[in-house]
């Protein structure tokens, strides 16, 4: 069951990348508030680029049925929101054998306003948008190689549902 979204629940998977989580400075004469440092962003290749995409996103039926995950073992990968109402994230802990430990997989529902870093190496699914259609903006470092994206697919599905 999915639950929401915090930054300490989220802590061990990545960043919650959202404004007001840490003190901010006075920015734009006055007119904004500017929250530095939000996300861990790294990448551990010398020719990847930082590549800034972004994702329309279809919402999807209750309950989500997770059939694969996904991580990027060279570079962290942020998702911030750009139109958007909720949306579901699932991760899992690095197994053993280097793949995604399904007894550990965790899903939060994320609001408007919430965007997450994954940390590098995390897995995790694609992005799922719940309610209605969603735009986020990317940023991954990428070069083109099969290391920029490493997929797995299960044998079973697991099934995540989300609470009121």
């Not at 901010?24 to 508030?33: D, K, L, P």
């Not at 680029?49 to 059939?67: E, T």
């Not at 529902?109 to 190496?121: A, D, I, T, W």
């Not at 694609?126 to 920029?148: K, N, Q, R, V, Y």
Request: charged share 15%; with cysteine; net charge negative.
């Amino acid at each position: 069951v999915a639950r929401p979204l915090t930054p300490e629940a989220f802590a061990p998977f990545g960043d919650v990348v959202s404004a007001g989580l840490k003190s901010g400075a006075s920015a734009n004469q006055g007119t904004a508030v500017r929250f530095d440092w939000s996300a861990k962003l790294e990448s551990d290749r010398a020719g990847a680029k930082p590549n800034l995409a972004v994702f329309r996103s279809v919402p999807q039926p209750l309950p989500f049925s997770v059939k694969l995950l996904e991580h990027h073992p060279r570079s962290s990968q942020a998702f911030l929101p750009m139109r958007c109402s909720r949306f579901l994230v699932c991760v899992a802990p690095t197994a053993p054998s280097g793949g995604p430990d399904l007894d550990g997989l965790v899903a939060f529902v994320c609001g408007p306003g919430q965007g997450v870093n994954y940390h590098r190496g995390v897995w995790h699914h694609p992005i799922i948008a719940l309610d209605t259609p969603a735009e986020f903006a990317m940023l991954a470092w990428e070069d083109g190689s099969a290391e920029d994206c490493v997929v797995r697919q299960f044998s079973a599905p697991l099934s995540v549902l989300v609470g009121d």
